[in-house]
């Protein structure tokens, strides 16, 4: 079974920086897109950021500029930087990861429990 884990959620002032991590783990054949999405109080999850496992990533427009997705493939890990933190960016953060289990094999689709990030401004 593929379990999911993030960290790094937590309290901070707006304008600062936190740095989630969401390691997958289990046994699988490969990972294809890692995801980070959101979802604010009363609000719908959301699309935060994407990276393909060749690197490529897309960001949501109220994000772009401050936030930075990364993988590191070899640890089986997607971390999301965020700089210059708003009050609006409170929400849960959730990763989400397309995992093949098998070759060849069709593609599944795993969630982190979810981390706290919380702005005060």
């Known amino acids: 079974q593929v379990q999911l884990v993030e960290s790094g959620g937590g309290l901070v002032q707006a304008g600062g920086s936190l740095r989630l991590s969401c390691a997958a783990s289990?046994?699988?054949?490969?990972?294809?897109?890692m995801y980070w999405y959101r979802q604010a109080p009363g609000k719908q999850r959301e699309s935060v950021a994407v990276?393909?496992?060749?690197?490529?990533?897309n960001y949501a427009d109220s994000v772009k500029g401050r936030f930075t997705i990364s993988r590191d493939n070899a640890k089986n890990t997607v971390y999301l930087q965020m700089n210059n933190l708003k009050p609006e960016d409170t929400a849960v953060y959730y990763c989400?990861?397309?995992?093949?289990?098998?070759?060849?094999?069709?593609?599944?689709?795993?969630w982190g429990q979810g981390t706290q990030v919380t702005v005060s401004s």
């Open positions: 989400n990861a397309e995992v093949q289990l098998t070759f060849p094999g069709r593609l599944y689709d795993y």
């Open positions: 289990g046994s699988m054949f490969s990972i294809n897109a």
């Open positions: 990276v393909t496992s060749e690197g490529t990533t």
